[in-house]
Protein backbone atom coordinates (compact mmCIF):
# COMPACT_ATOMS: atom_id res chain seq x y z
CA UNK A 1 0.00 0.00 0.00
CA UNK A 2 1.04 3.69 -0.39
CA UNK A 3 0.07 4.80 3.06
CA UNK A 4 3.55 5.77 4.20
CA UNK A 5 4.77 7.20 7.55
CA UNK A 6 8.04 8.47 7.29
CA UNK A 7 10.17 9.30 10.24
CA UNK A 8 12.99 12.07 9.89
CA UNK A 9 15.80 12.29 11.65
CA UNK A 10 15.66 16.23 11.86
CA UNK A 11 15.66 17.41 16.04
CA UNK A 12 18.25 17.34 18.73
CA UNK A 13 17.44 15.36 21.86
CA UNK A 14 18.68 16.41 25.63
CA UNK A 15 20.29 14.10 27.84
CA UNK A 16 17.12 13.33 29.57
CA UNK A 17 15.29 12.56 26.41
CA UNK A 18 18.11 10.55 25.60
CA UNK A 19 17.80 8.41 28.67
CA UNK A 20 13.72 7.66 28.40
CA UNK A 21 14.91 6.78 25.30
CA UNK A 22 17.22 4.65 25.62
CA UNK A 23 15.24 2.82 28.83
CA UNK A 24 12.20 2.20 26.69
CA UNK A 25 13.92 0.45 23.91
CA UNK A 26 16.01 -1.73 26.12
CA UNK A 27 12.60 -2.67 27.40
CA UNK A 28 11.44 -3.77 24.23
CA UNK A 29 14.31 -5.49 23.15
CA UNK A 30 12.94 -8.12 26.51
CA UNK A 31 10.78 -8.91 23.22
CA UNK A 32 12.23 -11.14 21.29
CA UNK A 33 10.59 -10.54 18.01
CA UNK A 34 11.46 -6.81 18.63
CA UNK A 35 14.92 -8.02 19.36
CA UNK A 36 15.21 -10.23 16.04
CA UNK A 37 14.06 -6.93 14.21
CA UNK A 38 15.57 -4.33 15.22
CA UNK A 39 19.07 -6.74 14.84
CA UNK A 40 18.69 -6.90 11.23
CA UNK A 41 18.50 -3.18 10.30
CA UNK A 42 22.23 -1.70 9.35
CA UNK A 43 21.22 1.13 11.92
CA UNK A 44 23.28 2.32 15.25
CA UNK A 45 21.07 1.97 18.36
CA UNK A 46 21.29 5.93 19.24
CA UNK A 47 18.68 6.00 15.81
CA UNK A 48 17.26 3.00 16.37
CA UNK A 49 15.78 3.99 19.64
CA UNK A 50 14.16 6.90 18.36
CA UNK A 51 11.65 4.49 16.77
CA UNK A 52 10.20 1.85 19.57
CA UNK A 53 6.90 2.40 19.32
CA UNK A 54 7.02 1.96 15.46
CA UNK A 55 9.25 -0.97 15.46
CA UNK A 56 7.20 -2.46 18.60
CA UNK A 57 4.02 -2.37 16.47
CA UNK A 58 6.02 -3.57 12.97
CA UNK A 59 7.40 -6.62 15.33
CA UNK A 60 3.68 -7.11 16.74
CA UNK A 61 2.19 -7.79 13.46
CA UNK A 62 5.28 -9.62 12.10
CA UNK A 63 4.47 -12.19 15.14
CA UNK A 64 0.71 -11.97 14.15
CA UNK A 65 1.48 -12.95 10.65
CA UNK A 66 3.93 -15.83 11.58
CA UNK A 67 0.46 -17.20 13.88
CA UNK A 68 -2.04 -15.98 11.64
CA UNK A 69 -3.95 -19.28 9.66
CA UNK A 70 -5.98 -17.41 7.11
CA UNK A 71 -6.72 -13.62 6.22
CA UNK A 72 -10.04 -13.89 8.19
CA UNK A 73 -8.07 -14.25 11.49
CA UNK A 74 -5.87 -11.47 10.77
CA UNK A 75 -4.93 -9.19 13.63
CA UNK A 76 -3.16 -6.53 12.08
CA UNK A 77 -4.30 -3.16 11.64
CA UNK A 78 -4.69 -3.45 8.11
CA UNK A 79 -6.29 -6.66 6.59
CA UNK A 80 -3.73 -8.74 4.69
CA UNK A 81 -0.87 -6.03 5.54
CA UNK A 82 2.58 -5.75 7.82
CA UNK A 83 3.85 -2.79 8.89
CA UNK A 84 7.69 -3.14 7.94
CA UNK A 85 10.21 -0.64 8.09
CA UNK A 86 13.06 0.13 5.37
CA UNK A 87 16.51 2.45 5.85
CA UNK A 88 16.10 5.46 4.11
CA UNK A 89 19.97 6.76 4.64
CA UNK A 90 20.09 7.51 8.06
CA UNK A 91 16.13 7.44 8.70
CA UNK A 92 13.57 4.94 8.58
CA UNK A 93 10.30 4.53 6.94
CA UNK A 94 7.60 2.74 7.64
CA UNK A 95 5.30 0.66 4.86
CA UNK A 96 2.68 -1.33 4.60
CA UNK A 97 3.65 -4.61 2.36
CA UNK A 98 1.08 -7.30 1.64
CA UNK A 99 1.81 -10.27 3.78
CA UNK A 100 2.36 -13.79 1.69
CA UNK A 101 -1.56 -14.88 2.10
CA UNK A 102 -2.31 -11.60 0.44
CA UNK A 103 0.08 -11.69 -1.98
CA UNK A 104 -1.49 -15.05 -2.80
CA UNK A 105 -5.17 -13.97 -3.27
CA UNK A 106 -3.78 -10.58 -5.24
CA UNK A 107 -1.78 -12.92 -7.73
CA UNK A 108 -5.09 -15.30 -7.69
CA UNK A 109 -7.59 -12.07 -8.96
CA UNK A 110 -5.25 -10.29 -11.23
CA UNK A 111 -7.03 -11.41 -13.96
CA UNK A 112 -9.96 -9.30 -13.26
CA UNK A 113 -7.50 -6.77 -14.11
CA UNK A 114 -7.84 -7.99 -17.89
CA UNK A 115 -11.89 -9.15 -17.56
CA UNK A 116 -14.82 -6.53 -17.33
CA UNK A 117 -18.35 -7.93 -15.84
CA UNK A 118 -21.63 -6.27 -17.17
CA UNK A 119 -24.38 -6.81 -14.72
CA UNK A 120 -22.87 -9.84 -14.38
CA UNK A 121 -22.89 -11.94 -11.30
CA UNK A 122 -20.73 -12.10 -9.05
CA UNK A 123 -19.78 -15.86 -8.90
CA UNK A 124 -19.21 -16.01 -12.61
CA UNK A 125 -15.62 -13.36 -11.87
CA UNK A 126 -14.60 -16.77 -9.54
CA UNK A 127 -15.18 -19.18 -11.99
CA UNK A 128 -11.93 -20.83 -12.21
CA UNK A 129 -10.92 -24.35 -15.62
CA UNK A 130 -9.88 -25.59 -11.93
CA UNK A 131 -13.35 -26.02 -10.41
CA UNK A 132 -15.14 -26.71 -13.14
CA UNK A 133 -17.97 -29.99 -12.85
CA UNK A 134 -16.56 -32.83 -14.97
CA UNK A 135 -18.78 -35.98 -13.29
CA UNK A 136 -21.53 -35.30 -16.06
CA UNK A 137 -20.12 -36.70 -19.28
CA UNK A 138 -22.84 -34.85 -21.27
CA UNK A 139 -20.65 -31.99 -20.35
CA UNK A 140 -17.23 -33.08 -21.70
CA UNK A 141 -17.54 -32.22 -24.91
CA UNK A 142 -17.75 -28.37 -24.35
CA UNK A 143 -15.15 -28.44 -21.43
CA UNK A 144 -12.62 -30.27 -23.94
CA UNK A 145 -13.88 -27.38 -26.57
CA UNK A 146 -13.19 -24.30 -24.01
CA UNK A 147 -9.24 -26.08 -23.06
CA UNK A 148 -8.53 -26.74 -26.93
CA UNK A 149 -9.51 -22.67 -27.42
CA UNK A 150 -7.13 -21.55 -24.54
CA UNK A 151 -4.39 -24.02 -25.50
CA UNK A 152 -4.54 -22.41 -29.60
CA UNK A 153 -5.98 -18.63 -28.59
CA UNK A 154 -5.03 -16.35 -30.40
CA UNK A 155 -4.66 -18.96 -33.14
CA UNK A 156 -8.16 -19.49 -33.19
CA UNK A 157 -11.18 -18.46 -35.58
CA UNK A 158 -14.53 -18.92 -34.18
CA UNK A 159 -16.12 -18.18 -30.56
CA UNK A 160 -18.67 -20.50 -29.20
CA UNK A 161 -22.92 -20.85 -29.33
CA UNK A 162 -23.31 -22.09 -25.82
CA UNK A 163 -27.24 -23.32 -25.54
CA UNK A 164 -28.96 -25.78 -23.30
CA UNK A 165 -31.10 -25.70 -20.36
CA UNK A 166 -31.86 -23.28 -16.99
CA UNK A 167 -28.63 -23.70 -14.73
CA UNK A 168 -26.81 -25.98 -16.47
CA UNK A 169 -23.48 -23.89 -16.31
CA UNK A 170 -23.03 -21.78 -19.49
CA UNK A 171 -22.33 -18.85 -18.35
CA UNK A 172 -19.98 -20.69 -15.51
CA UNK A 173 -17.99 -22.37 -18.39
CA UNK A 174 -17.12 -19.20 -20.46
CA UNK A 175 -16.46 -16.56 -17.68
CA UNK A 176 -13.75 -19.82 -16.77
CA UNK A 177 -12.37 -19.64 -19.85
CA UNK A 178 -11.84 -16.04 -19.93
CA UNK A 179 -10.48 -16.04 -16.02
CA UNK A 180 -8.10 -18.21 -17.08
CA UNK A 181 -6.99 -15.69 -20.34
CA UNK A 182 -7.19 -13.11 -18.12
CA UNK A 183 -3.83 -14.42 -16.26
CA UNK A 184 -2.44 -14.21 -19.69
CA UNK A 185 -3.13 -10.13 -19.62
CA UNK A 186 -5.96 -11.29 -22.44
CA UNK A 187 -8.92 -8.21 -22.52
CA UNK A 188 -12.01 -9.21 -22.20
CA UNK A 189 -15.79 -9.16 -21.34
CA UNK A 190 -19.11 -11.07 -19.87
CA UNK A 191 -21.96 -8.93 -20.84
CA UNK A 192 -25.27 -9.99 -19.75
CA UNK A 193 -27.53 -9.23 -21.98
CA UNK A 194 -30.68 -8.27 -20.83
CA UNK A 195 -29.69 -6.17 -17.98
CA UNK A 196 -26.82 -4.13 -19.91
CA UNK A 197 -29.67 -3.31 -22.47
CA UNK A 198 -31.58 -1.83 -19.79
CA UNK A 199 -28.21 0.10 -18.74
CA UNK A 200 -27.60 1.34 -21.90
CA UNK A 201 -30.42 2.41 -22.60
CA UNK A 202 -30.49 4.35 -19.66
CA UNK A 203 -27.20 6.20 -20.40
CA UNK A 204 -27.67 8.10 -23.03
CA UNK A 205 -26.01 11.28 -22.48
CA UNK A 206 -23.98 9.60 -19.77
CA UNK A 207 -21.53 6.82 -21.10
CA UNK A 208 -23.57 5.36 -23.55
CA UNK A 209 -21.07 5.67 -26.07
CA UNK A 210 -18.06 4.68 -24.27
CA UNK A 211 -19.58 1.25 -22.73
CA UNK A 212 -20.99 0.18 -26.40
CA UNK A 213 -17.95 0.81 -28.01
CA UNK A 214 -15.96 -0.86 -25.06
CA UNK A 215 -18.18 -3.95 -26.30
CA UNK A 216 -18.08 -3.57 -29.82
CA UNK A 217 -14.22 -3.50 -29.70
CA UNK A 218 -12.99 -5.59 -26.54
CA UNK A 219 -10.66 -8.78 -27.89
CA UNK A 220 -13.42 -11.30 -26.95
CA UNK A 221 -16.82 -10.85 -25.89
CA UNK A 222 -19.17 -13.13 -24.23
CA UNK A 223 -22.70 -11.94 -24.81
CA UNK A 224 -24.85 -14.01 -21.78
CA UNK A 225 -28.66 -15.24 -21.98
CA UNK A 226 -29.11 -13.57 -25.48
CA UNK A 227 -32.72 -14.63 -26.50
CA UNK A 228 -33.97 -13.85 -22.83
CA UNK A 229 -34.12 -9.52 -23.61
CA UNK A 230 -37.39 -8.46 -24.04
CA UNK A 231 -36.81 -7.46 -28.26
CA UNK A 232 -37.17 -4.48 -29.37
CA UNK A 233 -35.94 -3.08 -32.99
CA UNK A 234 -33.59 -0.60 -31.05
CA UNK A 235 -31.81 -3.19 -29.20
CA UNK A 236 -31.52 -5.61 -32.51
CA UNK A 237 -30.73 -3.37 -35.32
CA UNK A 238 -29.33 -0.67 -33.33
CA UNK A 239 -27.52 -1.79 -30.80
CA UNK A 240 -26.42 -5.96 -31.48
CA UNK A 241 -26.70 -5.90 -35.12
CA UNK A 242 -23.44 -2.99 -34.73
CA UNK A 243 -21.79 -4.94 -32.45
CA UNK A 244 -21.86 -8.36 -34.68
CA UNK A 245 -21.00 -6.49 -37.78
CA UNK A 246 -17.98 -4.79 -36.27
CA UNK A 247 -16.77 -7.71 -34.58
CA UNK A 248 -17.45 -10.03 -37.38
CA UNK A 249 -15.17 -7.31 -39.91
CA UNK A 250 -12.69 -6.46 -37.22
CA UNK A 251 -12.55 -11.15 -36.45
CA UNK A 252 -13.23 -10.03 -32.93
CA UNK A 253 -13.62 -13.44 -30.69
CA UNK A 254 -17.47 -13.60 -29.92
CA UNK A 255 -18.89 -15.72 -27.34
CA UNK A 256 -22.92 -16.34 -26.66
CA UNK A 257 -25.38 -18.55 -24.11
CA UNK A 258 -28.70 -18.76 -24.64
CA UNK A 259 -31.26 -21.12 -23.13
CA UNK A 260 -32.51 -21.43 -27.22
CA UNK A 261 -31.23 -22.88 -30.20
CA UNK A 262 -30.14 -20.73 -33.07
CA UNK A 263 -33.12 -21.31 -34.99
CA UNK A 264 -35.09 -20.91 -31.82
CA UNK A 265 -33.49 -16.87 -31.60
CA UNK A 266 -33.97 -16.52 -34.80
CA UNK A 267 -37.54 -17.05 -34.39
CA UNK A 268 -37.20 -14.48 -31.16
CA UNK A 269 -36.01 -11.81 -32.91
CA UNK A 270 -39.00 -11.69 -36.00
CA UNK A 271 -41.12 -10.30 -33.72
CA UNK A 272 -41.37 -6.76 -32.63
CA UNK A 273 -43.72 -3.77 -32.07
CA UNK A 274 -43.69 -3.97 -36.06
CA UNK A 275 -44.77 -6.78 -36.64
CA UNK A 276 -42.93 -10.16 -37.99
CA UNK A 277 -39.96 -9.00 -39.53
CA UNK A 278 -38.27 -12.46 -40.50
CA UNK A 279 -35.34 -10.48 -43.04
CA UNK A 280 -33.76 -8.71 -39.75
CA UNK A 281 -33.72 -11.57 -37.77
CA UNK A 282 -32.12 -13.70 -40.50
CA UNK A 283 -29.20 -10.95 -40.81
CA UNK A 284 -28.45 -11.25 -36.99
CA UNK A 285 -28.71 -14.90 -37.06
CA UNK A 286 -26.39 -15.08 -39.82
CA UNK A 287 -23.17 -12.71 -38.48
CA UNK A 288 -23.53 -14.94 -35.17
CA UNK A 289 -23.55 -18.36 -37.36
CA UNK A 290 -20.18 -16.34 -38.70
CA UNK A 291 -18.66 -15.49 -35.20
CA UNK A 292 -19.73 -19.02 -33.83
CA UNK A 293 -20.17 -22.86 -33.77
CA UNK A 294 -22.97 -24.21 -31.98
CA UNK A 295 -22.74 -26.63 -28.73
CA UNK A 296 -25.46 -28.17 -26.42
CA UNK A 297 -24.94 -28.14 -22.54
CA UNK A 298 -27.78 -30.44 -21.54
CA UNK A 299 -27.29 -31.34 -18.13
CA UNK A 300 -28.51 -31.33 -14.52
CA UNK A 301 -28.96 -28.06 -12.71
CA UNK A 302 -26.01 -26.45 -11.18
CA UNK A 303 -26.78 -23.22 -10.86
CA UNK A 304 -26.20 -23.27 -6.98
CA UNK A 305 -22.29 -23.68 -8.03
CA UNK A 306 -22.08 -22.22 -11.08
CA UNK A 307 -24.58 -20.75 -13.16
Keep these: MENIEKIVNNMGYNSEIKKNLEKEFNAALKDEEFKNLVSKIKLPKEILMKYTSLLETSSKEI ?110 LISALFNELGKRKIKSAVVFWPEFLRDLKASFGVDFNSKFEYIKRVPILLIDDIGAENMTSWSRDEILCSILQYRMDEKLTTFFTSNLTIKDLEEHFSFSARGIEKVKAKRIIERIKHLTIEMTLVSENKRERED
Design 63 to 172: KNCKNCKNLLECKNNVEGYVYLPKVNEKTLEFNYKACKKKEATLKNKAYLESVSYYNASEGLKNAQMKDIYTNDSKRLEVVKWLKTFIDNYPNVKKGLYLYGNFGCGKSY
